[in-house]
């Protein structure tokens, strides 16, 4: 069993920032790409940014030059450091994750539960 748990948000005035955590536990053997998704009410599901083991990373056009991943591969944890935070980055943030468990041979993808990030004065 795998899961991925996230933290960090909140809410915060225009200008601020936040810093989100996702770690991944359970029976992992290795982890692909690890990354954040966002998705605001009424909107489709956005990629955030993403950053694979190599330590490659890519951006969606909302977050290049203000956001940045990253990852410490021995704590199994992803995060997204956000400065310079707007109202349009209101969302509900999701880290989702490329895992391989241990005994099986395939890898998939799994979700977080989500952490809400506020931008508002």
């Known amino acids: 069993q795998v899961q991925l748990v996230e933290s960090g948000g909140g809410l915060v005035q225009p200008g601020g920032s936040l810093r989100l955590s996702c770690a991944a536990s359970?029976?992992?053997?290795?982890?692909?790409?690890m990354g954040w998704y966002r998705q605001a009410p009424g909107k489709e599901r956005e990629l955030v940014a993403r950053?694979?083991?190599?330590?490659?990373?890519n951006y969606g056009d909302s977050a290049k030059g203000r956001f940045t991943i990253s990852r410490d591969n021995a704590k199994n944890t992803v995060y997204l450091q956000m400065n310079s935070l707007k109202p349009e980055d209101t969302a509900l943030y999701y880290c989702?994750?490329?895992?391989?468990?241990?005994?099986?041979?395939?890898?998939?993808?799994?979700w977080g539960q989500g952490t809400q990030v506020t931008v508002s004065s």
């Open positions: 989702h994750a490329d895992i391989l468990s241990t005994g099986t041979y395939y890898s998939r993808d799994y």
């Open positions: 359970g029976s992992i053997s290795s982890i692909n790409r």
């Open positions: 950053i694979i083991s190599g330590g490659f990373t």
